[in-house]
């Protein structure tokens, strides 16, 4: 009653990971050096391999890593999204001195990275990887004449509106959708439902989760490592690092900040707390934040949203979802929801400066704001 997965299907699959190369043979005699660590997951086998395939070849293997255990010995939680499970690979870095960390989950669904700067390794947040793959995807399909026409790119409600300016110059459609992942695939159904699947060109969220190509409707960090590598790896070419390149569109674009606070309230007393959080904010949202104006306020659970200024509304065409969304001037942005699996309430900060440390204090601004407007209690457990 065993069947067992042939080589023919993962070939299938590599095959189709490989369709979507933007630059093949990009990496080949590129010098691209990378330290990677599965965090002893499913990550170790396929993600080698298409390295591999695509030409990358100096790759060294977190050992205490690379082999698969359920019990995650080697870190407090196999989570790419946190320094400590990163470790390990930071680690090796400093003997191997590579171009970059890369660093898949265990079933190899999202990946981390950590990027060679002049003063050691920067760890690169979820946004700002989805950021440069979407910038170098756009940018390198228009000039070699494999970009689309009406291309669609799909992010969620609680990603970096960054890569809305980066789509915008491009020309490309940037669909907003839900937070979880099965929504930007529900978006690639839409267009296939149209026979136009081919004109989407890359998705994800700020949680680490990236997908180019449609042969698989959710996050994939095969396809993700990979393109990663490939962009380092041109880049390279070029006589830049991915530092350079994030920190040139912020140049370009403005230094997009982005912040999470998860607020925690326990018992049957705190979901009633939350319950008049979420309710106290839906009868009068807040005027201003941290001296910034409320220039939209939009709620998903009724499925509208609201110019300030103008008093026009008009209805989201999402599936409801119990959050509030406050966009400000200046190009920052709350955003409200209580947790899906936990007794807490999150909180989406993003803040825009002229540099990393203007917008760091206007985050934090934001944050004591969002405390006192909303009525959030001090009591909170940062993400």
């Given amino acids: 009653m065993i069947e067992w997965i042939g080589d023919d299907l993962y070939e299938k699959y590599l095959a189709k990971v490989q369709e979507q190369s933007i630059n093949p043979g990009s990496c080949k005699g590129s010098g691209l050096k990378v330290v990677y660590t599965p965090l002893n997951g499913a990550g170790n086998k396929l993600v080698r391999e298409i390295l591999a395939r695509n030409g990358v070849e100096d790759v060294t293997v977190v050992p205490e890593q690379e082999m698969p255990d359920g019990n995650f010995t080697t870190c407090p939680y196999p989570n790419p999204e946190i320094k400590e499970a990163l470790a390990l690979g930071l680690e090796l870095c ?13 079933d190899s669904d999202r990946v981390g990275i950590a990027i060679k700067t002049e003063n050691g390794y920067r760890l690169v947040s979820g946004n700002e990887t989805g950021i440069m793959l979407m910038n170098y995807i756009l940018s390198c399909r228009k000039e070699n004449g494999t970009l689309p026409e009406k291309p669609v790119a799909v992010k969620t409600i609680v990603t970096s509106k960054l890569v809305d300016k980066v789509c915008e110059k491009y020309g490309c459609d940037l669909k907003t959708v839900l937070t979880g992942f099965k929504y930007i695939g529900e978006q690639i159904l839409f267009l296939e439902q149209k026979n136009e699947e081919y004109r989407y060109v890359f998705g994800f969220e700020e949680s680490y989760g990236y997908l180019a190509g449609s042969y698989v409707r959710d996050k994939d960090a095969v396809v993700a490592s990979m393109l990663i590598c490939e962009m380092a790896a041109y880049y390279r070419k070029k006589g830049k690092t991915l530092d350079q390149v994030i920190n040139k569109l912020y140049d370009e674009f403005g230094y997009y900040y982005n912040k999470t606070e998860a607020f925690e309230f326990e018992g049957s007393e705190g979901m009633k707390t939350m319950a008049n959080i979420m309710s ?104």
């Fill in 94 to 106: 400093e003997k191997v001195k590579p171009d970059l960390l890369l660093a898949t989950d265990p």
């Fill in 280 to 383: 106290t904010l839906r009868q009068s949202h807040p005027k201003e934040i941290a001296g910034f104006k409320v220039t939209r306020a939009s709620d998903y659970l009724n499925s509208r949203t609201k110019d300030i200024e103008t008093e026009k509304e008009k209805d989201i065409d999402l599936p409801k979802s119990n959050v509030l969304a406050y966009e400000l001037e200046g190009g920052g942005s709350v955003i409200v929801r209580p947790s899906g699996t936990e007794p807490k309430i999150k909180v989406y900060i993003t803040s825009v400066g002229e540099s990393e440390k203007d917008a760091v204090s206007l985050a934090d601004k934001m944050i004591s704001s969002v405390i006192k407007t909303l009525g959030i209690p001090e009591k909170k457990d940062k993400k």
